[in-house]
């Protein structure tokens, strides 16, 4: 199966995602950002929780993040875990955006998908996979997004069975048209898809690629 193919399967059984999941007004670039970075390692529903706690106190802002007291952040975002270690990833975050880019998230948002991607890995906290959702869900660049379920998926379906990051992420950039909408919508899709069937534990009989995945067919 193509990557292309498995899209297409998914769009047609799951329909449009409109990801990114929640933020609307003035801030949504920087609830994407901060989202991205609260989503490490944790269900978007904890993610949720930890942003209606920074809504709820007026938080969703570069310079207020920048100042709060770490241990008051970490208090605020409990919910998504980790959350010392996420509150300074935040702070390195928005201190960045106004030490070097006077605090202005659009400008930063706006370079070559190569100098966003260095200036985002560079700071505390943000690897390959928050790096990437920022590019593509906050920026709106065709960074494609690699995950536990992207891997997972490509693995069993035998579209592709690499683990590195980097080669995964080349194998569907250099397989699909360039395009930030269709990458959205994939990498929204590929989650739905793990979450309902391509589980740890794989719902293979109800599954509708079942007919077509190297995984279900060697399970015998
Ligand atoms: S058949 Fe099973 S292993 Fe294959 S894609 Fe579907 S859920 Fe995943």
Known sequence: MRPIQLYNSL????????????????????????GAILTQNTSWKNVEKALAELHRHKMIDIGKISKCNSKKLAALIRSSGYHNQKAKTLKAFCSHLLKNC???????????????????????GIGNETADSIILYAAHKPAFVIDAYTKRIAGRL???????????????????EKNAQ?????????????KEFCKKKP???E????GKCNYYSSSG
Not at 159 to 171: A, D, H, M, T
Not at 182 to 194: D, I, P, R, S, T
Not at 207 to 210: A, V
Request: with cysteine.
């Open 158 to 176: 035998g579209i592709s069975s690499e683990q590195n990051y980097e080669k995964l992420q080349g194998f569907f950039e250099s397989r699909l």
């Open 182 to 194: 269709l990458f959205n919508e994939f990498h929204a899709l590929l989650v739905q898809f793990g």
């Open 102 to 124: 006077n605090g202005n998230l659009g400008g930063m948002l706006s370079r070559s998908i190569p100098e966003l991607r260095a200036e985002l890995l560079a700071l505390h």
């Open 11 to 34: 769009f047609e059984n799951f329909g449009a995602q409109h990801w990114w999941p929640a933020a609307n007004g003035k801030n949504r670039a920087l609830e994407i950002c901060i």
């Open 207 to 210: 599954c509708f690629l079942n």
């Open 203 to 205: 719902e293979c009989g």
